[in-house]
């Protein structure tokens, strides 16, 4: 099995979590658990989208950005915010 394979199931179960959350109005879960989701699928259009609106609505500027800056692949996963 593949490293990509693996990991789908448990991105698309943090990515759901997400969307509940999201349908909650918990954006704070919904961002921590798309930026899960994002973790374990980089460059997982849905997840990013997630996160970027969980920021947005929570008024969180750097989130958004530090968000925006791994998605589109600036920074490394092991990086954090500065």
């Known amino acids: 099995m593949s490293p990509e394979t693996a990991n789908r199931q448990p ?48 008024g969180d500027a750097p989130g958004f950005l530090d968000a925006y800056r791994r998605w589109r692949g600036f920074l490394g996963l092991d990086q954090g915010r500065e």
């Not at 943090?14 to 969307?19: E, I, K, N, P, T």
């Not at 509940?20 to 994002?38: E, N, P, V």
């Open 11 to 58: 991105a698309q179960a943090a990515l759901d979590q997400a969307r509940q959350a999201q349908r909650a109005d918990a954006w704070d879960q919904a961002a921590a658990h798309g930026r899960r989701a994002l973790a374990l699928a980089p460059g997982s259009r849905p997840a990013a989208e997630l996160v970027l609106d969980a920021h947005s609505r929570l």
